[in-house]
């Protein structure tokens, strides 16, 4: 359960930018915005590779902001996933591979049920190497028949601040029984 103050806020804490300083030197960090964040926390656990996901808030403006601040729809924030996985397992263009199959990148603020700017579509790159890669892989699923000549509105940004999300909130689906969810 997470402790909240009378105003229902979280104890004060520091956004987390390091990419998860637990980890071992051999990992790297990556950051996708693709809807409701259950699914896709999920999704990239699956992989092999992966070293841990998280669920948190990426590219508002508010500091320690809580589902509740998010979900006003007020902060910028959107619903995020923060990957840490071993490149010598898996390579970032099979992390990027994974976030265009999980969701529709072709849908501005939405996926499925979920409308809003913090259920957009993201990928928030940790060095000029994953931007370049995130660039080149948007571009080639865009060529492709992948999405049937529809647009896609990914954004590609700088990884700003990721603030871990309330911890009811981490591994959820795993907690609930459930092994994923599907939003398009």
């Known amino acids: 359960m997470s402790h909240t103050d009378d105003a229902g806020r979280r104890p004060a804490r520091t956004a987390d930018t390091s990419g998860g300083t ?29 070293v841990d996901a998280a669920v948190g808030y990426s590219g508002g403006h508010l500091d320690n ?14 619903e995020a996933v923060r990957v840490i ?14 976030f265009w199959r999980c969701h529709d990148p072709t849908t501005l603020n939405r996926q499925g049920p979920d409308v809003g700017a913090q259920y957009r579509s993201a990928v928030f ?4 190497e994953q931007e370049a890669a995130a660039k080149a892989s948007k571009q080639r699923v865009q060529a492709s028949d992948a999405f049937k000549g529809r647009t896609i509105v990914t954004e590609i940004t700088p990884a700003p ?6 911890e009811y909130h981490q591994r959820y689906l795993e907690k609930q029984g459930k092994g994923a969810c599907r939003t398009h």
Request: proline letters at 7%.
């Open 65 to 78: 902001p809580t589902y509740q601040d998010v979900c006003t729809g007020t902060t910028g924030h959107a």
């Open 85 to 98: 996985y071993d490149p010598s397992k898996v390579a970032y263009e099979q992390l990027l591979d994974v």
């Open 125 to 128: 790159f940790h060095s000029p």
């Open 161 to 166: 601040a990721f603030w871990r999300a309330e």
């Open 22 to 50: 637990a980890a071992p030197a051999t990992t790297e960090t990556a950051t996708f915005a693709a809807g409701c964040f259950w699914g896709v926390e999920a999704t990239f656990r699956s992989v092999p590779g992966v």
